[in-house]
């Protein structure tokens, strides 16, 4: 039994970790730090709960150290955390810039402890549907592939201000924007170059609530957007191939399933409604067919499945620190793309070992 200590009890603690965790054989939620309150004890009751970094990495009982704090204090947090020798899965973004990423690779490395970023959205049921797509080839050679995560959202949270606020890692290109840059890594690998326009458009003070960032393979564009003033939402999905077009709105159904729940149940999980399966339409013999394309049932317990068998060595850690560090890279493209209005190649050379 692989022991684990959360820090953080927020929305992504309470929502998405703690529950996985709580759901996948082999992993036990012992610990988690809260500075003032005790919602994970109510919640969970029979673990520990700590008020300090250093009494929660004091806990020799403790495997793995799950990091789900603002993302302006990943950083210092992993840090200490490796430093402690723990394995650790750092949420995203894993941190505010790929230096401080490849930094924490180095020692993870020197301790000889996991590493690894919680990016869960490879988890998705539309996700999985369009690597399977493009596996069996069902658009043709591909030529445009378009991902948003669009919110309604004209005010500021006061609920989570550090969200707005640059200098705590706050803004949706960080935030949502590495989920959308991971994706695009997976299916197609590194991109030429990066075009982005990164905005203000609430008027808000602090951080980015807008972008769009463009990434350039051969025959290939690839757009990625969201923004906080989208009150009728575009496609989350849209492809565009020499045979046919894939279309695919609403977002996975598991985070808001996994909102009310303190473990997944037994039974079927993530299945999507046939009302919002994506819809496919291609040239075939005869004439255009368009049909809908069940979409795959998402599975975010995956990820921690594959930790725990990383940790016990059994395989390869199921998302890489590296990939956090070229995720963070992309991020650092558009941004200089967004100041100097051009596109910016992309020079690999310095990706980490």
């Known amino acids: 039994m692989i022991r684990v200590g959360l820090i953080g009890f927020g929305l992504g603690g309470r929502v998405f970790h703690a529950p996985l965790i709580s759901s996948v054989e082999g992993l036990e939620l012992a610990a988690v730090l809260e500075r003032t309150s005790d919602q994970a004890?109510?919640?969970?009751?029979?673990?520990?709960?700590y008020r300090t970094l250093d009494e929660i990495l004091a806990d020799s009982s403790l495997d793995l150290i799950v990091v789900t704090t603002p993302s302006g204090t990943h950083f210092g947090i992993a840090r200490r955390v490796l430093e402690a020798g723990k394995n650790a899965v750092?949420?995203?973004?894993?941190?505010?810039n790929s230096a401080e990423v490849a930094q924490l690779m180095e020692l993870?490395?020197?301790?000889?402890v996991l590493l690894a970023p919680f990016h869960n959205r490879r988890w998705d049921g539309d996700f999985q549907t369009i690597q399977k797509l493009?596996?069996?080839?069902?658009?043709?050679?591909l030529v445009y592939f378009e991902s948003t995560m669009d919110r309604?959202?004209?005010?500021?949270r006061s609920e989570r201000l550090w969200k707005e606020d640059p200098a705590q890692g706050g803004g949706m290109l960080l935030d949502l924007g590495t989920h959308l840059a991971d994706l695009i890594l997976v299916l197609f690998g590194k991109p030429e170059a990066v075009g982005a326009e990164i905005r203000n458009e609430r008027g808000v003070e602090g951080a980015d609530d807008s972008f769009t960032v463009r990434l350039h393979y051969p025959g290939l564009l690839v757009t990625l957007g969201a923004n906080y003033l989208s009150s009728l939402l575009r496609p989350r999905f849209h492809l565009r191939g020499t045979?046919?077009?894939y279309w695919k709105w609403?977002?996975?159904?598991?985070?808001d399933a996994l909102s009310k729940i303190t473990r997944i149940p037994p039974g079927p999980w993530g299945e999507e409604p046939s009302a919002k399966w994506g819809m496919l339409s291609v040239d075939v013999e005869g004439g255009k067919v368009t049909r809908p394309v069940p979409t795959i049932p998402g599975d975010y317990r995956l990820f921690y499945a594959g930790i725990r068998d990383a940790i016990l060595a059994k395989a390869p850690a199921p998302v890489t620190a590296l990939a956090a560090w070229r995720a963070a890279r992309v991020i650092e493209w558009a941004m200089a793309s967004s100041?100097?209005?051009r596109d910016i190649p992309c020079d690999w050379s310095d990706e980490p070992e």
């Open 250 to 255: 609403n977002v996975d159904p598991q985070e």
């Open 152 to 156: 309604w959202r004209p005010a500021a």
């Open 134 to 141: 493009l596996h069996e080839g069902s658009l043709g050679r």
């Open 90 to 96: 750092i949420d995203k973004p894993m941190s505010v």
């Open 339 to 341: 100041m100097q209005h």
């Open 41 to 49: 004890a109510e919640r969970y009751p029979g673990i520990t709960t």
């Open 108 to 112: 993870a490395a020197a301790r000889g």
């Open 243 to 245: 045979k046919g077009n």
